[in-house]
C-alpha cells in the first residue's frame, strides 16, 4: 500500500475511518426510516391476520411475522440512544399500539382454547360472525384518535431543529391516532414546509414568531400556522 508523501500511514487510516463513519451516519438514519415504515405494515398486518384466523379464514395464526416484529422491536430498543426525538417518539407510539394489540390477541387466543369462542358453518352463520368482528374491531381500536393538541412556537425553524423535530413527531402521533397513512411524511419534506410557512408569515404580516398547533380534529390530523400575539 502507498502512501502519499508527507502523511503516515496511521494518519490515512484515521482519516479513512472518520470518513466511514460520515458515509454510515446518513444510511443508518434512512434504514431506521425504513425500519419504521415496515413496523408499522406489520404491525397492522398482524391484527389483520389475527382477525382471519380467529374469523376462521385462516388455520394457524401468524406467528412468524409476530416473530419478526419481536426481533424488530428489540433491534431499535437496544439502539435507542441512536435514534433521534422524531424517531424515538415514533418507536414508542409503535410499541404501545403492538402491546396493545398482543393484550387483545392474548385474551381471544385464551378464549379460544377455552372453547368459549365458537365456530360457526353457513353462510348466514359466516355473516352474523362477520358482524360481530367489525364491531368488536371498531369497540377494541386500541388507536382511536383522542383528544390531542400541541403547540410549538419558532422564528427560526433551521437554528430551532429540536423544536421542529418535536413538532413532527407531535404532527406524525396525530396522524396515526387518525389513522392517516405516514409514510409519505417525512423529517426533511416536513423541515422544508415549516421553513417556508414561517417565512411567508413573518414576510406578509411582519411578524417575528410563527405558533404552530397540532391537533386531531373530526379524525383528521391538522397542522395550522399563525403569527404569534
Known amino acids: 500500500m502507498s502512501v502519499p508523501h508527507g502523511e503516515t500511514l496511521g494518519a490515512l487510516t484515521v482519516r479513512a475511518a472518520t470518513l466511514s463513519i460520515k458515509m454510515y451516519l446518513p444510511n443508518m438514519a434512512k434504514t431506521t426510516e425504513e425500519d419504521m415504515n415496515q413496523l408499522e405494515k406489520d404491525i397492522r398486518q398482524l391484527k389483520i391476520e389475527y382477525e382471519q384466523y380467529f374469523g376462521g379464514g385462516k388455520k394457524r395464526p401468524p406467528t412468524d411475522l409476530e416473530w419478526r416484529i419481536d426481533i ?7 439502539r435507542g440512544a441512536q435514534m433521534n426525538y422524531a424517531q424515538r417518539f415514533r418507536y414508542s407510539n409503535l410499541a404501545q399500539m403492538y402491546t396493545k394489540y398482543r393484550e387483545i390477541f392474548r385474551k381471544r387466543m385464551k ?119
Open 72 to 78: 424488530m422491536m428489540k433491534r431499535h430498543s437496544d
Open 111 to 229: 378464549q379460544k382454547e377455552e372453547g368459549s369462542v365458537r365456530r360457526h358453518f353457513g353462510a348466514a352463520a359466516r355473516e352474523i360472525e362477520n358482524l360481530r368482528k367489525k364491531k368488536h374491531a371498531a369497540e377494541s381500536k386500541p388507536d382511536a384518535p383522542q383528544p390531542f393538541a400541541v403547540t410549538i412556537s419558532c422564528d427560526d425553524p433551521d437554528r430551532e431543529t429540536k423544536k421542529v423535530e418535536a413538532l413532527y413527531a407531535a404532527f406524525r402521533h396525530s396522524k396515526e391516532q387518525a389513522g392517516e397513512d405516514t409514510q409519505r411524511l417525512t423529517l426533511e419534506t416536513f423541515q422544508q414546509f415549516v421553513r417556508k410557512k414561517t417565512g411567508d408569515l413573518q414576510k406578509q404580516q411582519s411578524a417575528h414568531e410563527v405558533e404552530f398547533v397540532v391537533s386531531v380534529e373530526a379524525e383528521h390530523a391538522r397542522l395550522k400556522a399563525r403569527v404569534k400575539s
